[in-house]
């Protein structure tokens, strides 16, 4: 009989697990709403973020400096509401068609966490890095979406001072949308410990053990008697085992934890 020998565990991982999670098995409509609110918000935080550096550059550099004191201030507010509603009047359609698109991204990266659609990359420092069907879309299709633009209005000349920018504009939007997403469907959410404990150990066991070793229908983790009770099929012993070394990890003190394993006859 051979000894059962747990595998390494990465800690970060059951953290990714509960947010990705959250994006897959909360209320549908939630998903849609936070996926398009995530969208509105990441049109209009930079400029509000960048308002006052705005303002900085206007006074500084826009306004003539011999000017007399009341006329700077003029000219400066002249100018930077000028700047204020120039960039409002385009955002508030980008943020109509960003938000659509949110609704998009939160459906994909739903259907990236159900079925484990993943590309994955492995690094040192960082552990691993897994990007779902919506963050390729993104990371590849804003770039191409901005150099069609820019073709269109024959702007393509901006692409010699800001093509590091336009490249990497995908990822910098998914960063910001993934992070807002995150944030939105929580606040909406409001999950509990043993909700999100549940969701994540769901989403992390097969990922840990293995999609091909393991299919999770339902977790439950009771806060009053201390145990866990998962719910699926599990093709071996060490599967299970392996899945009882992951929640004992991450959630210690927890006992017993009870597997129902479909695969095997009802006894």
């Known amino acids: ?14 953290e990714q697990a509960k947010k990705d999670a959250l994006g897959a098995y909360s ?11 995530a969208g509105i918000l990441a049109t209009w935080l930079p400029g509000i973020i960048g308002a006052p550096f705005f303002y900085g550059y206007v006074r500084l550099f826009r306004v003539p400096r011999w000017e007399e004191a ?39 990266r739903q259907r990236s966490c159900k079925n484990n659609k993943y590309i994955t990359m492995e690094f040192a420092r960082y552990g691993e890095v897994r990007l779902s069907i919506d963050a390729i879309l993104t990371i590849i ?37 993934t992070m807002l997403f995150n944030l939105i469907i929580r606040i909406l959410y409001r999950p509990g410990f043993d909700q999100i404990a549940a969701l994540g150990l769901r989403v992390l066991i097969p990922r840990h053990v293995g999609w091909n070793q393991v299919s999770i229908d339902t977790v439950e983790v009771n806060r009053a008697d ?27 003190g927890y006992h017993p934890i009870y597997i129902v394993n479909k695969n095997k006859p009802a006894s």
């Open 27 to 37: 209320p549908q409509h939630t998903i849609m709403i936070s996926g398009f609110l």
């Open 70 to 108: 009341a006329t700077k201030a003029e000219l400066t507010k002249d100018y930077f509401f000028g700047g204020l509603n120039t960039y409002a009047s385009v955002a508030i359609w980008l943020g109509i068609i960003l938000g659509a698109y949110g609704i998009l991204q939160a459906l994909l």
């Open 1 to 14: 009989m051979s000894t059962y020998i747990p595998t390494a565990i990465d800690e970060r991982a059951y």
């Open 141 to 177: 299709g804003i770039p191409i979406a901005t150099i069609i633009y820019l073709g269109v209005t024959n702007m393509l000349s901006v692409l010699i001072v800001a093509i590091f920018i336009v490249v990497l504009s995908g990822m910098f939007y998914n960063g910001l949308w």
């Open 226 to 252: 201390k145990s866990v009770r998962i719910e699926g099929k599990f093709d071996s012993d060490f599967a299970e085992k392996e899945a009882r070394n992951v929640v004992g990890h991450f959630l210690r």
